[in-house]
Antibody
Framework: EAQLVEFGGGLVQPGGSLRLSCEAS????????MAWVRQAPGKGLEWLAN????????YYVDSVKGRFTISRDNVGNSLYLQLSSLRVEDTALYYC??????WGQGTLVTVSS | DVVMTQSPLSLSVTLGQPASISCRSS???????????LNWFQQRPGQSPRRLIY???NRDSGVPDRFSGSGSGTDFTLKISRVEAEDVGVYYC?????????FGQGTKVEIK
């Protein structure tokens, strides 16, 4: 059974950094595009970044381009999102998503002074 | 960016009655391969989103057949033939044809 478990969220000050991780199991991780999607408290969904199966291509939404970096480790079956220059408006539940068909439970990032 | 507009934003339905959610895109969702990458997701209270429908009308494994998707070009619809209590939640359409992928605002479905 496919599983995605995110961790690494927490409270960080504006301007700070954080690294989110997502551990995948139950499917061939290296055979899928992976993504990060976020949901601000009580709000809708925002697709943030995609990474190709082999990590050779990445795409970002404009709101995070230059501040967030998506990466992956196909040996360790893990997906990462490096968050930097964080803003209050980055506060959200961050989901790890397989292609677009399977989602983890999310990890909460709170940006506040 | 492609804007996805859902209507209504909330829906109160009697158990056993049908429900319909509309989703319109600001531009055509037909990709260069001829496929329309339009998905529907369900987010139950306190849960992560679950994909119900992909490529307009294909139900995901385990999704009850009371859920159906239809549409073409820029207009799409999710229908629930007979609403059950477990269908309560927020439903999102999402386009995967153009980057960045974008979602509708969500439609909250509750039981009357």
């Amino acid at each position: 059974e496919a599983q995605l478990v995110e961790f690494g969220g927490g409270l960080v000050q504006p301007g700070g950094s954080l690294r989110l991780s997502c551990e995948a199991s139950g499917f061939m991780f290296s055979g899928y595009w992976m993504a990060w999607v976020r949901q601000a408290p009580g709000k809708g969904l925002e697709w943030l970044a995609n990474i190709k199966e082999d990590g050779s291509e990445t795409y970002y939404v404009d709101s995070v381009k230059g501040r967030f970096t998506i990466s992956r480790d196909n040996v360790g079956n893990s997906l990462y999102l490096q968050l930097s220059s964080l803003r209050v408006e980055d506060t959200a539940l961050y989901y790890c998503v397989r292609d677009n068909d399977f989602w983890g439970q999310g990890t909460l990032v709170t940006v506040s002074s | 960016d492609v804007v996805m507009t859902q209507s209504p934003l909330s829906l109160s339905v009697t158990l056993g009655q049908p429900a319909s959610i509309s989703c319109r895109s600001s531009q055509s969702l037909v990709y260069s391969d001829g496929i329309i990458y339009l998905n529907w997701f369900q987010q139950r209270p306190g849960q992560s989103p679950r994909r119900l429908i992909y490529k307009v009308s294909n139900r995901d494994s385990g999704v009850p057949d009371r859920f159906s998707g239809s549409g073409s070009g820029t207009d799409f619809t999710l229908k629930i033939s007979r609403v059950e209590a477990e269908d309560v939640g927020v439903y999102y359409c999402m386009q995967g044809t153009h980057w960045p992928k974008t979602f509708g605002q969500g439609t909250k479905v509750e039981i009357k």
